[in-house]
């Protein structure tokens, strides 16, 4: 699935190198709304920051068109499960003024050997402890809605709602054999995460509620 990913990238990035009279944006052609100078974004770059949203905690993007009213993004940046990447969908882009309907597709790296205060479980006895943890890579599908405000410069500015939808298990495991609980060392075969740091971890991660704010600057006017 990552070699897919990286694949659809580079292609994505091809077209966006031949294709000079291709429109470009994330968000709608501005037909009905004019700017200052008579002439619309053929580029748009996005920056944005939100919950579980398709730029992490803070991030960027950069589109195309790949159709008359579908848009199609290159994504990027932190999130609470590390390195955020992903690609993103607009739909009927060319209804103004109305929630238009989004698809996207993000996978977060995940970390190793990250060294982080857990609450754990041990012979039935619950403590935080201080040891290293690996959280492995997450996908999750982002079906969505969009609203855009659009402004006279060409730029926008962006209100995404969606929901991200885990593609598979990605439970965190201890990085080392033994944990040190209350002292002494044991057996991190013997040790568990807690109910409560379990949904820590999948709050972290990529799936649950999406809500995230963008502003899409608009460059190469023509």
């Not at 960027?60 to 199609?72: A, D, F, R, S």
């Not at 410069?153 to 209100?159: T, Y």
């Not at 709602?161 to 209350?182: K, R």
């Not at 740091?197 to 023509?222: A, R």
Request: charged residues 15%; aromatic residues 12%.
């Amino acid at each position: 699935m990552k070699t897919n990913f990286f694949f659809f990238g580079f292609v994505f990035l091809c077209l966006l190198l031949v294709q000079p009279n291709t429109t470009f944006g994330q968000y709608e052609r501005p037909r009905e709304v004019s700017n200052n100078n008579g002439k619309r974004a053929n580029i748009y770059l996005s920056l944005g920051s939100g919950l579980q949203y398709k730029y992490g905690m803070i991030g960027g993007g950069v589109g195309m068109y790949i159709g008359e009213n579908t848009l199609g993004e290159l994504t990027f940046g932190l999130g609470g499960y590390g390195f955020k990447t992903g690609v993103n969908m607009v739909f009927n882009t060319g209804s103004n003024k109305k929630w238009r309907p989004t698809l996207g597709f993000v996978r977060g790296s995940g970390v190793s050997n990250f060294e982080t205060e857990v609450e754990v479980v041990y012979n039935l006895e619950v403590k935080d402890v201080t040891t290293k943890i690996n959280l492995p890579a997450a996908y999750a599908l982002t079906p969505g809605v969009q609203r855009i405000i659009m402004f006279r410069n060409g730029s926008s500015l962006a209100l995404d709602l969606g929901i991200g939808i885990s593609l598979n298990q990605h439970e965190a495991t201890f990085s080392e054999d033994q944990v040190l609980f209350d002292g002494v060392l044991r057996p991190s075969q013997l040790i568990s995460f807690s109910d409560l740091q379990k949904t820590t971890f999948k709050v972290m991660g990529p799936s649950g509620i999406i809500c995230g704010v963008s502003y899409n600057f608009g460059l190469g006017l023509k």
